[in-house]
């Protein structure tokens, strides 16, 4: 039996979290949700084999139940309930010894998992964490391809101007606009006004 705490969110329901494990038979959850001033009573009179620590208002908040988790229990392991993607603050979780980290989309289809890995002495990283960093590392490069001339017409074209507007505005032609939208197209391989609407709000491009 793999007993867990739950941690108090100011951003997630801890009741559903709940939901998803009461269906499994080899976990005992605490019926009450851990705040940082029941922390140290708690684990200092029960062992927990796994703390899941829910999102709060700031990181610097999860950092600190992270710090007193390790404090008063060495063999609970953590496992981190996260909005937050950037690598800088991922790599302090795993600085700060955290065995799990799942995004909280995720945690439906993961959680379960990860608690198995972590139980088996294993680290934890939700896979989505990684591919999108990959996707913002992939936007970099492609923006770094992309000339001012075609961050501006991008810029029209997500705005809803047509080729021949783009050209008037720009005193071009519109043969040329169409062949700047044709190398835009290649170079990011977007495919529908869609795709490039979503690649200029990423990067901030006349949005």
Partial sequence: MI?????????????????????????????????????????????????LVLPLDTSEGVIDLVDKISKYSKDT?????????????????QSKGVHGILKSDSLKEKLVDAI???????????TSICEKEK??????????????REKEIISYITNGY?????????????????????????????HSPTQLLKYAIENKIGI
Avoid: G
Avoid at 77 to 92: D, M
Avoid at 139 to 147: E, F, L, P, Y
Avoid at 173 to 190: A, D, F, P
């Fill in 116 to 126: 198995n890995v972590v139980n088996s002495e294993k680290k934890y990283l939700d």
């Fill in 3 to 51: 007993e867990i705490i739950i941690t108090n969110s100011t951003v997630i329901d801890p009741f559903f979290l709940r939901q998803i494990l009461s269906r499994e038979q080899n976990l005992e959850l605490n019926p009450n949700t851990l705040s940082h001033s029941s922390l140290q009573h708690e684990l200092a009179n029960t062992s927990y084999d796994i703390a």
């Fill in 77 to 93: 392991k953590t496992i981190v309930v996260t909005t937050e993607c950037q690598p800088e603050y991922i790599k302090h979780l």
């Fill in 135 to 148: 996707e913002k590392e992939l936007n970099r490069a492609k923006n770094s391809v992309i000339s001012d």
């Fill in 162 to 190: 047509t080729s021949k507007q783009i050209a008037d505005k720009l005193c071009i032609s519109e043969h040329t606009v169409k062949s700047h939208r044709k190398n835009i197209n290649h170079k990011l391989q977007v």
